[in-house]
Nanobody
Framework: QLRLVESGGGLVQSGGSLRLSCAAS????????VGWFRQAPGKEREGVSC????????VYADSVKGRFTISRDNVKSTVYLQMNSLKPEDTAVYYC???????????????????WGQGTQVTVSS
């Protein structure tokens, strides 16, 4: 059974850093692109970043470009989101999601992703 588990969230001051992890199990991780999404209180969920199954291709939302870096380790079946220069507006529940896609890169549309983790809270204080 496909399973995604996020970790690494927490409370950090503005300007600080966090690294989120998304551990996958129960499926052939190498064939899946993985995305990070977030949902702030009272707002719709939005796409943050996505990485192709090989790890060679990535995409970022404009709001996080230059501050966040997505990467993956297919041996460990884990995707990471390194978040630097955090701002209070980055406060949200962060989710990882997977889509079967052997090649190419999906967009940051949550409707394209069929499997989701439970989320991890990130809070950035000012």
């Amino acid at each position: 059974q496909l399973r995604l588990v996020e970790s690494g969230g927490g409370l950090v001051q503005s300007g600080g850093s966090l690294r989120l992890s998304c551990a996958a199990s129960g499926f052939s991780f190498d064939y899946y692109a993985v995305g990070w999404f977030r949902q702030a209180p009272g707002k719709e969920r939005e796409g943050v970043s996505c990485i192709s199954s090989s790890g060679r291709t990535t995409v970022y939302a404009d709001s996080v470009k230059g501050r966040f870096t997505i990467s993956r380790d297919n041996v460990k079946s884990t995707v990471y989101l390194q978040m630097n220069s955090l701002k209070p507006e980055d406060t949200a529940v962060y989710y990882c999601a997977a889509i079967f896609l052997v090649a190419g890169l999906p967009g940051l549309e949550e409707a394209d992703f069929g499997s989701w983790g439970q989320g991890t809270q990130v809070t950035v204080s000012s």
